[in-house]
């Protein structure tokens, strides 16, 4: 009986270190360590406590109340909050809302296009 409640401490205690490493956004969204990988990923809070996949190996990400603006090593992308949907990327209405990537240059034409003004990165690895 003594090992199973060590094991249960054990458990209970790795259980609520697990989000330590999240990064609340903007509801839905959050960036946390990507578990088959050793770097960040910005994730959409999906049904039955599923973390969603958006953007792999985010460097910075920040919002508005429109869009969400990420910075990856792949380079620049955006996300139309009213068009993204708590499913997988897979899903061809997800894919329409993520846009990217994009140059710095080309993120900047598209932000004046859309009218945002400036925003801070809520979230940086850099």
């Known amino acids: 009986m003594k090992i199973s409640s060590q094991l249960v401490g054990l458990l209970t205690l790795l259980t609520s270190c697990a989000g330590l490493s999240e990064k609340e ?18 994730y959409y809070h999906c049904p039955k406590g599923l ?9 910075r990400v920040g ?3 429109d869009y ?3 910075e990856s090593i792949s380079g620049f992308y955006y996300i139309i909050r009213a068009q ?6 897979g899903n061809p209405a997800v894919q329409k809302a993520i ?3 994009l140059t710095q240059s080309n993120l900047r034409a598209v932000m004046a296009s859309l009218d945002v003004a400036d ?8």
Request: hydrophobic share 30%.
């Open 51 to 59: 973390g969603c996949e958006r953007i792999r190996n985010v460097q």
């Open 25 to 42: 956004i903007s509801s839905p969204y959050y960036v946390a360590q990507d578990p088959a990988a050793s770097y960040k990923t910005l």
């Open 119 to 126: 925003f801070t990165f809520q979230y940086s690895a850099i």
């Open 68 to 70: 969400i603006f990420i």
């Open 99 to 101: 846009h990217g990537p």
């Open 63 to 65: 919002d508005t109340a």
């Open 84 to 89: 993204d949907q708590p499913s997988d990327s």
